[in-house]
């Protein structure tokens, strides 16, 4: 059972450290997703984060897993951002 959920998880190719850092934007996704479903616009949003639309939406359904080492501080800064703008 491990063996096949370790090759079914598609964090598993990264480092402890990489796992860790996508764990918190998947939480911080979550915040994102919560302030868009309390009534914040997502255009207002993308506005103010600085941040496209289809970025977000990525974000909020939590695409952020099969990514390398930039792309995932790209990421980091951009939820950073949304969060901030969402506040």
Known sequence: MTN???R???LSRHPE???DRIRQLYLRAN???LAVEDGVDLDVL???AGVGRQAIIEIMHG???DVD???IKAIEDAVAGIVGAAA
């Open 4 to 6: 096949e959920f370790i």
């Open 8 to 10: 079914h998880d598609p």
């Open 17 to 19: 450290e990489v796992r």
């Open 31 to 33: 915040q994102i997703a």
């Open 46 to 48: 993308s506005d103010r």
């Open 63 to 65: 695409h952020i897993h």
């Open 69 to 71: 080492e930039p792309t």
